[in-house]
């Protein structure tokens, strides 16, 4: 079973917010994910640092299972 079919159900990668970069990521990634981070450590008392860490991780499993194409993923598998 693949899911690459459904690689661009949330907008094509370099295009519309995927557009905005720094430092070759996705800037409205990057800071729905740090946002997503503080709002677990705060709600269940969770480090920032390690909430943050695991949802990038869980970022690139998903990416990498979509086959989506990233800054992060190819720095890391490349």
Same mark, same amino acid.
């Given at each position: 079973?693949?899911?690459c079919?459904y690689k661009d ?8 917010v995927?557009?905005h970069r720094?430092?070759?990521? &996705?800037?409205?990634?990057l800071?729905?994910?740090?946002a997503?981070a503080?709002?677990v ?8 640092h390690?909430? &943050?860490?695991?949802l990038i991780?869980l970022?690139?499993i998903?990416h990498?299972?979509f086959?989506?194409?990233t800054?992060l993923?190819?720095f890391l598998?490349?």
């Amino acid at each position: 079973m693949t899911l690459c079919k459904y690689k661009d159900i949330f907008g094509k990668p370099g295009m519309g917010v995927h557009a905005h970069r720094t430092f070759g990521l &996705a800037t409205v990634d990057l800071g729905l994910t740090l946002a997503a981070a503080w709002y677990v450590s705060v709600k269940y008392n969770v480090p920032f640092h390690k909430t &943050a860490i695991g949802l990038i991780i869980l970022g690139v499993i998903f990416h990498k299972l979509f086959c989506v194409d990233t800054a992060l993923n190819n720095f890391l598998f490349n």
